[in-house]
């Protein structure tokens, strides 16, 4: 299974920005993602052309999408119903059926401009960026979408297709919910309709933990898709120590996340341990300056500093520290006659860098650390 992760996300709008946000923090995290999304789903149906080839398919799909039209827009809705009733009514009649060839194209191409004038107002109403984003995962196949049967046009039949969903998610992945979704799923746990192992319980908890931290990160809501996946690119050994660390921290976490105590739990721990951690890292990462390093071991050192100069120490920098390439102020004969000097002071300061960088990096929490850094640059 890997850490493949399922998001449910139950539409409280007609907006995608929840969808990407939980998106985000899975693909900082996860192996693979997978989104149960009514407004997701609805979207990979209506930009799908093969969708729009036969009428009754239209006529089905723009009338699944039009109750969203309703929330924003009821003129619109009004329209576009009417619109829909007498297309119905045509090409459900015999009519239709006996209609010369030309003329049934012509009625065909008159739905799809219909069709096409829905989708541009439903994607409107999800978000154009979100969008753009969402279809760019999906062609990447860095997230699929779960199909979803039943429209939310008949909520007893959707509610039961979406609690079987979130049933299959539980026992085959990491499950990320919404607050909805963890809503009916405590409701399910009460009343014995789902039991849940051991074993998932443990990855529910581990799996709302590690979204609860992520999310904490500096300007992660700001970030780009593109941006997100560039760290995960970057921090891909790290990010292997950091899902050890989680993983031992979700034992300590006596709550599922659709209880009250834990947001709480979460918190508690994050200044308990993550906090402390983090500030023990920057810390280190400030005293390991190699130029530094340098100072403390060769510009305190008058007599080599007036027999080399600044020269050596740029040079030897200039692939560490580029802005110190500017350094020099001496004549190159006394640089010559002190290099040797130098250049092993200089040798042995960055070797201890590199070995305090090595330090550093290893630790359990750097992939935390450098993502947060990355996504305030």
Known sequence: MGFDFTIAIVPDNTNLEKEMLYIKSALLYADKVRLISPLAYMFTQITDETNTLNEKNTLRLISQLLPLAKLNDIEFYNQASLTIEKFSSLIASKKYRSLPMLDRLRTKQQLKEFALEIENVFIKLIGLEQCRELQTLINKKQVIIEKISNSLGDPDLYLSDYFKMLNVAV???????????????????????????EIEKQRITHAGLADNYLQRLPSFEQASIDEIIDIKKELSAPIIRFRKKIMLYSESIQGLPWDRDFVPECSLLFDKEIAPAILEIEDATRENGFMKNIG????????????TGGLIVSVAAAGVLPSFTNIASIETATIIAGGSIAATKIAQA?????????????KDLYFYYKAGKLLVK
């Open 171 to 197: 026992k085959s992945s990491y499950p990320l919910f919404d607050k909805h979704s963890n809503d009916l799923m405590r409701a399910a746990v009460k009343e014995h309709l789902i039991d849940l192992s």
């Open 350 to 362: 960055y070797l201890e860098y590199c070995n305090g960088k090595n330090d550093i990096q290893s």
């Open 296 to 307: 403390n071991k060769f510009f305190t050192d008058e007599g080599s500093w007036k027999t």
